[in-house]
Nanobody, 125 residues
């Protein structure tokens, strides 16, 4: 079965750091572009970052650029999102996804075929 499972969410203070993980099963992430998205209560889904299957291309939303870093470990079939300098507005459910492309359109929600169930990140003092 194709599955993506996020982990690593939790409560963190503003200015803190957190690393999310997304483990794939039933397929190899090496064959897919990967991405991270988030959705805060009452708001629309927002694309955070994506990386091409080769790792040669990455994109970040302006809201997280310079603070978040996407990475992948194909040997572990896992994708990561390192989040630094967290702000209260980063509070959301974070989702990982896999698809065909990583581009500006990907961050708008296009091109991702498989989605995880999400993990909650709360940034609060």
């Amino acid at each position: 079965q194709l599955q993506l499972v996020e982990s690593g969410g939790g409560l963190v203070q503003p200015g803190g750091s957190l690393r999310l993980s997304c483990a794939a099963s039933g397929f190899s992430l090496a064959n897919y572009a990967i991405g991270w998205f988030r959705q805060a209560p009452g708001k629309e889904r927002e694309g955070i970052s994506c990386m091409s299957s080769s790792g040669g291309n990455t994109n970040y939303a302006d809201s997280v650029k310079g603070r978040f870093t996407i990475s992948r470990d194909n040997a572990k079939n896992t994708v990561y999102l390192q989040m630094n300098s967290l702000k209260p507005e980063d509070t959301a459910v974070y989702y990982c996804a896999a698809g065909s492309l990583c581009g500006i359109a990907t961050l708008a929600g296009n091109g991702m075929d498989f989605w995880g169930e999400g993990t909650l990140v709360t940034v609060s003092s």
